[in-house]
């Protein structure tokens, strides 16, 4: 067959056959291999083909594959959401899972859980939500609205709900033009002025993924400011949303990215590395604090999929997590990724084209620039993150192609984000075939 009649996420010329993965590897059907550098879209989080998880999608699919969710709960979807709830920053708080089965989906629910949240409390008014710039919380047009990716978001501008309204916290390009800590956190302080302005009566939540991804190109915001966060949402009686579809269950070197932080989020929103890509799974938790209200008045939220809580989906993600955790990879993401950053900065050196290199753990944001005295983007005509992205899948090794540079969008990056259980060996390998696409493309 030499056309293919699936359309194509973009009308590209051509996508090679995937035949079979193994590892960190996939095959094509030419018998090509390729290094997967970023876990397809941040995703294959322990690899292809582990044979523990094979077997319980078949010991699994032998019992039940579906049944509906207003007609039955199943072991697998109790101990999943009880497995999330003892991982939740400890065992102080209670966190409630509801199931869904795409990170657009997660984030979606989660706006609603807030706003749902407000409306059992007798607060009607409580229903707007604050997001940045420089994000991406998912292509569904709830979530959409909320994201702050120029490019996702322009030809379906007229049915989204509202812009994002304040900055993300790039110390790389800030949008202050200050620099850290002199700047004393303009950026989380802006958030309490986007308050003030909007009204605190008006606003149900504020919703921000803890390390950007595909809209920034991994950005880490500075320390202290999502501490900062936490307090002016407590001052301001707003829920706070984090985003962990991209950073959770083990990518940035702890089960969740907020970890690094300390910080508690009222609701999270989970999905992608959640169920490593064996089975669509992704998740809504919300706190106890946040469920109170609704159990005690509706109890339940109004949301929800035919596929909600999928047997097969939730053994597959229970068995991943108990994976990661039996083979420790949540340190080995941390231990790993800084193998994997000592090395990228070693061959920024010897590229100017190569402007910055950031990230934690396994999530590691590769910015291309023209000038790297004066971090001036290439121009949008010259499309340098396709390039990137071709050349190196002809050299063999998959990366992920995101949005930097400019404040809502323009600039070049990459994301480099391989299975967290890739070897040493594996990682050299990726930042010899990385050298190599630079090299051919400056
Ligand atoms: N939120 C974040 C932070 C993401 O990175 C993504 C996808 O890239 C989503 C939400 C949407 O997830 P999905 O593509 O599974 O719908």
Sequence with gaps: MNQSYLIKPVMRDFYPTAMYGQGVFIYDKRGKKYLDGSSGAVTSSIGHAVPEIIEVIYEQAKKISFVYRSQFTTEPAEKLAEKLNQLVFGEEDEYFSFFVNSGSEATETALKIAIQYWQEKGNFRKNKVISRWSSYHGITMGALSMSGHIGRRERFVSLLERLPTISSPN????PFNQKYPSCQLMCANELETAIRREGADNIAAFIAEPIVGAAGGVIVPPEGYYQMVREICNDHDILFIA????????????????????????????????????????????????????????????????????????????????????????????????????????????????????????????????????????????????????????K????????????????????IAPPINITKQEVDLLVNLFEKMVDEIQ
């Design 171 to 174: 110390c790389y390009r800030c």
């Design 243 to 394: 985003d962990e579809v991209m950073t959770g269950i083990g990518r940035t070197g702890k089960m969740f990215a907020m970890e690094h932080w300390g910080v508690k989020p009222d609701i999270i929103a989970l999905g992608k590395g959640m169920s490593a890509g064996y089975t669509p799974m992704a998740a809504t938790l919300a706190s106890g604090k946040v469920m109170k209200p609704i159990l005690a008045g509706s109890a339940s939220v109004m949301s929800g999929h035919t596929y909600s809580a999928n047997p097969q989906s939730a053994a597959v993600a229970l068995a991943v997590i108990n994976y990661i955790e039996k083979n420790d990879l949540v340190q080995k993401s941390e231990v790993s990724g800084n193998y994997l950053m000592n090395l990228l900065k070693e061959v920024a050196v010897k590229y100017p084209i190569i402007g910055d290199i950031r990230g934690k753990g396994l999530m590691i944001g590769v910015e291309f620039v023209s000038n790297i005295l004066t971090k001036h983007p290439f121009q949008k005509e010259l499309s340098l993150t396709s390039k990137l992205v071709e050349t190196a899948r002809d």
């Design 396 to 415: 063999g090794l998959l990366i992920y192609p995101a949005t930097a540079g400019i404040e809502g969008g323009g600039g070049d990056a990459v994301i």
